[in-house]
């Protein structure tokens, strides 16, 4: 009756010891006597104490911060590049199973990844093209993660770091740039300009009320400011009957 008892309560101890559980966002891996047994959980599960041995896997996604890099670009300009990498397990069995540590693993290819690419373009591609960088990254590291059961979510860079003589030489360029700019929209707006004074200039050439109409307009716009200028507008052949008096009086002393 005593070895009942004993037994039994080894069986309950056993039973007890064999008892897990795993919550929402975790799932086992159980190894039986060194060979994988199968997944448990997220909940209450047992294992045979002793036999069975098990990894818990955290299946949430995890967000990794890329430390600096010192690369050079397609162009041969040294900067620095941090990014920031999102992944998530699939498929437990794999992550534990395939790989040793994944979450090494994945940090390292990741870190290699963003080096190789970013010597693959040229400055202006690296700041311009920051998206299809980071859709190109996460490409590469997934098909090379995917047999580890990892899944790589999205990938970042966060910022890019340029040597200080290079931010000199681009805050040059651009500002020759929009000099060009500006001498490009003045030169167009002073041929505007020219083209419509020309039509206006036709137009009172053949309406000379027109122009009369514009002459008292404009004293009236001087005389807005209510300033003591007084302009005085005389027509242009009087100061052309005016030249030609003084030369015929001219002439005629000196013969």
Excluded at 101 to 129: C, M, P, W
Excluded at 138 to 147: G, I, N, S, Y
């Amino acid at each position: 009756m005593t070895t009942l008892f004993v037994l039994l309560g080894i069986g309950l101890i056993l039973l007890f010891m064999g008892l897990c559980i795993a919550q929402e966002y975790e799932r086992a891996i159980v190894f039986r006597l060194g060979r994988y047994a199968g997944r448990r959980g997220p909940g209450l599960y047992w294992i045979i104490p002793f036999i069975e041995r098990r990894t818990t896997v955290d299946i949430r996604t995890k967000t990794v911060d890329l430390e600096q890099q010192e690369t050079i670009t397609k162009d041969s300009v040294t900067i620095k590049v941090n990014a920031v990498l999102w992944f998530r397990v699939v498929n437990p069995e794999d992550a534990i199973i395939k790989v040793a540590n994944f979450n090494q693993a994945v940090y390292q290819l990741s870190v290699t990844a963003l080096r190789n690419i970013i010597g693959q373009h040229q400055l202006d591609e690296v700041l311009k093209e920051r998206q299809q960088i980071n859709a190109t990254l996460q490409q590469l590291v997934d098909a090379a993660t995917e047999t580890w059961g990892v899944k790589i979510e999205m990938v970042e860079i966060k910022d890019v770091e340029i040597p200080e003589s290079m931010q000199r030489a681009m805050a040059r360029e651009a500002e020759a740039i929009r000099e060009k700019r500006a001498r490009i929209i003045k030169a167009e707006a002073e041929l505007e300009a020219s083209l419509k004074l020309t039509q206006g200039a036709k137009q009172m050439e053949s309406s000379p009320m027109a122009l009369e109409l514009r002459r008292m307009q404009m004293l009236s716009e001087i005389g807005i400011d209510n300033n003591t200028t007084t302009v005085v507008l005389i027509p242009s052949e009087f100061t052309n009957l005016a030249r030609g008096f003084a030369q015929a009086q001219g002439a005629a002393s000196g013969s």
